[in-house]
């Protein structure tokens, strides 16, 4: 009965969580009026579901009577060590750090900071750890995966058209006035600019073009194992509605100019045709002939897209920053070998600091001067607000490397262990089995995580964890036991 309860709930929280942004957007400007930053009671309905879910699982652990069953639910593999032992390390560092130092119930600036860690980099695990313990029937996997499928293409429907609406009809339902800036206390941008350009990008019903990017990724990979399976069993009405679906992902993947995720969904494609190559090429040196012309074709489309369209994959403030930032968060982990402690960088960090504009020497900024919560840098100085120092976000647009401010070198290590062996365990499920749905989005929005914080977006990671645990059970296909 529980499992029927919490099947239904999790299908709910699949398909209402990539409209999160919007929904609570709209109601709070209902509620509270315009450019009002978003309400905490509405703002946490996605963890509040999460945690009756959660509830529920738990419930359905302690029932659990049968010997077989309780052996698998409480056995421990070397996957579940690494995530209790990346909690108990954030933990630690976190309270050297001065969290929960006294008690009150007013919240210091450092439990925030830890909470809001903790929620980033460990709830999606913390769900992933307890979900994988409950059974998932085969009938949820699909139903999930024609979920997410339907739910992005009316995601990328509703982005593509967001192209030709007029700023006006954003701020008039409560999006910020503002364009490619994120406040912590203000209603979120409609939507971003690319660099230098006035060409908008793509972010549908989300927060941001990266994170509506790196989400479409999920229903992108269960779009193609899912016409994947349509050819196969030659239901052709069925393999038409999938191509109409995978055409609307692409071109508002590629309306979103996310870079880290069309990276993403490339590889993809190349995991999935390595995959089918193994089972339907045996020779080695075939496999070889296709993989290098495929890569040589690769190649050959990135030489043009730089040459004919710099504006869009070379854009100098935004690669700046990814080549620097990483090596910013570096420099960081050698000063502080075992981290800073929970929220001290990445997501959190951006909610709780000031929003920083950086702009080159020369600059024009006085749109700036009526916007008070903006700290403005020309050329590395600050020119507003003045008379107020600004705190600005520290990020490391890497999320391996975020895990390493927080939690030092052990942290980073935990970070990539955690992921290696959710693909080594997950590509262990055949290409032909809808298990293999989120691994292969999992694989894309983990290549994503070397140029941004990929699983900062609550659509993004509770997703994916969810639909991992449901693939990956504990005690059955994992093989090494502590």
């Known amino acids: 009965m529980l499992q029927r309860l919490r099947e239904p709930l999790s299908l709910i929280l699949l398909a209402v969580l990539p409209m999160h942004a919007m929904l609570v957007t709209v109601a709070t400007h209902i509620l509270s009026g315009q450019n009002q930053a978003p309400l905490a009671v509405l703002a946490l309905w996605k963890e509040a579901l999460l945690a009756v879910l959660l509830i529920i699982a738990i419930i359905e652990i302690v029932r ?28 630690a560092v976190s309270l050297t750090g001065g969290v929960g130092s006294s008690f009150s119930l007013q919240l210091s600036p450092a439990d925030k900071r830890f909470l809001l860690g903790f929620k980033y980099d460990f709830l999606p695990l913390v769900a992933f750890f307890l979900f994988r313990r409950v059974p998932w029937s085969r009938n949820f996997l699909v139903a999930a995966a024609r979920v997410i499928v339907m739910v992005g293409a009316v995601a990328a429907v509703f982005g593509i058209a967001t192209l030709f609406v007029p700023l006006p009809f954003f701020t008039s339902i409560g999006y910020s006035d503002l ?21 908008r990008r793509v972010q549908s019903f989300m927060s941001g073009p990266n994170q509506f990017g790196l989400w479409l990724l999920l229903p992108f990979a269960a779009n193609l194992i ?27 993947l590629f309306f979103s100019y996310s870079r880290s995720a069309w990276i993403g969904a490339a590889i993809i494609l190349l995991a999935s045709g390595a995959l089918l190559l193994r089972h339907t090429i045996e020779s080695i040196f075939h496999r070889s002939l296709v993989l290098t012309g495929v890569g040589m074709l690769a190649g050959i489309a990135i030489v043009i897209g ?35 402690g929970l929220g001290t960088a990445g997501p959190a960090s951006n909610r709780l600091s000031d929003t920083c504009v950086f702009l080159d020497l ?40 975020q895990w390493g401010v927080e939690m030092g070198y052990a942290g980073l290590i935990l970070s990539l262990a955690i992921i290696v062996l959710a693909l080594g365990y997950g590509f262990m499920i055949p290409l032909t089995d809808i298990r293999v749905i989120p691994v292969l989005a999992l694989l894309g929005v983990a290549v994503g ?26 005690g059955k296909r994992l093989r090494t036991q502590i």
Request: glycine share 6%.
């Open 64 to 91: 659990t009577k049968e010997p077989e069953l309780q052996a698998s639910v409480w056995s421990l593999d070397i996957f579940d060590w690494c995530i209790i032992l990346a909690i108990a390390l954030g933990a």
């Open 226 to 252: 899912l016409l994947f399976k349509s050819i196969r069993e030659r239901r052709h009405p069925d393999t038409a509605l999938y191509v109409i679906g995978g055409i609307l992902l692409l071109t508002a």
């Open 179 to 199: 364009h490619s800036l994120y406040l912590p206390k203000a209603a979120i941008a409609s939507f971003q600019y690319l660099e230098g350009t006035d060409i």
């Open 449 to 474: 995580g070397i140029f941004l914080h990929s699983f900062e977006d609550g659509a993004v990671a509770y997703s994916l964890w969810l639909l991992l645990a449901a693939s990956i059970p504990a």
């Open 306 to 340: 730089v040459n004919f369209f710099p504006q869009i994959l070379l854009r100098t403030q935004s690669l700046k920053g990814h080549f620097e930032k990483p090596l910013q968060a570096i420099q960081t982990m050698r000063t502080h070998p075992f981290g800073l």
């Open 362 to 401: 020369g600059a024009d900024y006085t749109w700036a001067k009526s916007h008070k919560d903006l700290c403005v840098f020309i050329g590395g100085i600050r020119k507003l607000p003045a008379g107020k120092a600004c705190e600005c976000p520290v990020l490391t647009e890497n999320w391996y490397l």
